[in-house]
């Protein structure tokens, strides 16, 4: 593997840039992985400087990829690469609720909103789970924004503002929280816990709304229900999104999904299915948003 020279390595950034990124010997290629926050999460690098590093190092620019081996740790990988042994997973067994509820499901026809809806408000009544879920095929990764969808998910939230006492609970293993609130003055101090927050999608980011300088006032946005940060797979072109509960009236139910189409934009979609927890998927026709 070809040796890194690091006094040269980011001489394409500014210099406190660089430097941020040599100290924390940080490759090109593991930046691709990064999200903006484990970024930010570096002393020194702000926000505006992570837009420089996007620029210059992406998927596009760094030739060296990495791969996640079996044992779960990254592999660094040049042209030629050895195989990694995948262990095979055996198809999930259905069972005969599932099965009918298939049925009932025309597997090549793809649905207005209105009847999707209605059809898995029907198939999940006799369900525990109800929530509705939206998955987007889209046509490329990166895609992240909010939704201000016009009816509450009906989804209650954890959030968490940080503090030192935050900081010591992550650290003892206590996350009891499903967004964590920072402001940028707080990344540096976010930088020990970034291995453990960035996995599990918690770690703060401008893009998603939780880097703010008032995040008090952000939490009240959030908290009322409407608000909703989206976002691509790390790896695919997939976003999953959970937009209320069946038992919710259908008309809400319809302009939420149909807010959610138009401001991740038709365009940027190649297909999008509808499904509650445990229901099929029914396919969604998105010529009418």
């Not at 020279?5 to 290629?29: C, F, G, I, Q």
């Not at 050895?82 to 262990?87: D, G, P, R």
């Not at 046509?139 to 935050?166: C, M, N, Q, W």
């Not at 302009?255 to 445990?278: D, F, Q, V, W």
Request: hydrophobic content about 35%; some cysteine.
């Amino acid at each position: 593997m070809k040796k890194i020279n690091w006094k040269e390595l980011y001489s394409d950034l500014p210099t406190h840039v660089a430097e941020a990124l040599r100290e924390a010997r940080l490759k090109p290629e593991q930046i691709v992985l990064k999200e903006d926050g484990e970024l930010m999460a570096i002393n020194g690098i702000t926000e505006k400087d992570v837009e420089s590093i996007r620029l210059l190092y992406n998927a596009e620019t760094v030739k060296d990829v990495v791969i996640e081996s079996a044992e779960g740790g990254p592999v660094e990988t040049p042209e030629t690469v050895e195989v990694v042994e995948k262990k095979v997973i055996a198809p999930k067994k259905r069972g005969r609720k599932y099965k009918m509820m298939v049925k009932e499901i025309k597997k090549d026809e793809m649905y207005s909103i209105e009847d999707a809806v209605t059809k898995l408000q029907k198939l999940s009544s006799n369900t525990k789970i109800k929530t509705v879920e939206l998955t987007f095929n889209t046509r490329e990764t990166g895609l992240r924004g909010e939704l201000k969808l016009p009816h509450s998910t009906g989804k209650e939230l954890k959030i968490a503002i940080f503090s030192d006492k935050v900081a010591k609970d992550v650290a003892d293993g206590k996350i009891d929280f499903s967004i964590l609130l920072a402001t940028p003055a707080d990344m540096p101090k976010l930088a020990r816990l970034a291995k453990v927050l960035g996995p599990k999608g918690l770690m703060p980011n401008p893009k998603s709304g939780t880097v703010t300088e008032n995040p008090e006032k952000r939490a009240a946005e959030l908290s009322a229900g409407g608000t909703l940060p989206y976002k691509t797979e790390a790896k695919f072109p997939i976003i999953h999104l959970a937009l209320g509960k069946s038992t919710q009236d259908s008309k809400a139910l319809v302009e939420n999904i149909m807010e959610a189409i138009r401001a991740i934009g038709p365009t940027k979609i190649k297909n999008a299915y509808l499904s509650c927890t445990h229901t099929p998927s029914v396919k969604l026709h998105l010529g009418s948003v």
